[in-house]
């Protein structure tokens, strides 16, 4: 699976890169059979976003390290260094851009 990441360099211009999780086959919920599980990803809360077309007006920086994952409709995203991509449901993507030039969504 492809993780988009948003990270901040040293200057605190945006970017991003992108990583692949891979899924171990394993006894996940015995007794049914063995099924695809990514290695644990660390989290502390959960929110549930819905944000009306044209919500991001200005750039801004995420206020927290977060994953956030599209369940319906589509956002573009575009970092400082002018790189542009469109969110689709089932994208999975880490913010990490705090303290930086931020993002647009």
């Known amino acids: 699976m492809e993780i988009?990441?948003?990270?901040?360099d040293k200057a605190g211009e945006t970017h991003f890169r992108?990583?692949?999780?891979?899924?171990?086959?394993r006894d996940f919920a015995p007794p049914s059979k063995p099924i695809g599980v990514s290695p644990e990803l660390?989290?502390?809360?959960?929110?549930?976003?819905?944000?009306?077309?044209?919500w991001d007006d200005d750039?801004?920086?995420?206020?927290r390290r977060q994953y956030a994952v599209a369940l319906e409709g589509?956002?573009?995203?575009?970092?400082?260094?002018?790189?542009t991509v469109e969110i689709r449901p089932g994208d999975v993507i880490l913010l990490e851009d705090m303290d930086s030039n931020g993002h647009l969504t």
């Not at 992108?18 to 086959?25: L, Q």
């Not at 750039?59 to 206020?63: I, L």
């Open 4 to 8: 988009l990441e948003l990270y901040a």
């Open 18 to 25: 992108r990583t692949t999780t891979e899924f171990e086959s």
């Open 42 to 54: 660390r989290a502390t809360t959960v929110l549930v976003l819905s944000a009306p077309p044209g």
């Open 59 to 63: 750039f801004h920086p995420t206020p």
């Open 74 to 83: 589509a956002a573009t995203i575009t970092v400082s260094d002018g790189e």
